[in-house]
Nanobody
Framework: QVQLVESGGGLVQPGGSLRLSCAASGITFSIYSMGWYRQAPGKQRELVAVITSGGRTNYADSVKGRFTISRDNVKNTVYVQMNSLKAEDTAVYYC??????????WGKGTLVTVSS
């Protein structure tokens, strides 16, 4: 059974930082591209960042220079370090695992609230 479990969300002030983690089980983690998506109230889910099995990264323009995605193939965990957080970063953040020829898997999400 595949599980993606996000953690690290919470309330943070504007300008603050958070690190989200997503622990994966039930998949051969190292061969999957891992991504972070987010969905704000009333908006569609959007890509935040992705890291391929080979370590290449890609970011949404809105988070470039502020967020950093990384992975640990020993711990089967993907992270996103979020700095200089803004109110518009408030959303539920979801972890995603995908590879060619396989179904995509999703976590249940973790809420990030940026507010003073």
């Amino acid at each position: 059974q595949v599980q993606l479990v996000e953690s690290g969300g919470g309330l943070v002030q504007p300008g603050g930082s958070l690190r989200l983690s997503c622990a994966a089980s039930g998949i051969t983690f190292s061969i999957y591209s891992m991504g972070w998506y987010r969905q704000a109230p009333g908006k569609q889910r959007e890509l935040v960042a992705v890291i391929t099995s080979g370590g290449r990264t890609n970011y949404a323009d809105s988070v470039k220079g502020r967020f950093t995605i990384s992975r640990d193939n020993v711990k089967n965990t993907v992270y996103v370090q979020m700095n200089s957080l803004k109110a518009e970063d408030t959303a539920v953040y979801y972890c995603n695992a995908v590879r060619a020829g396989s179904a995509a898997y999703w976590g249940k999400g973790t809420l990030v609230t940026v507010s003073s």
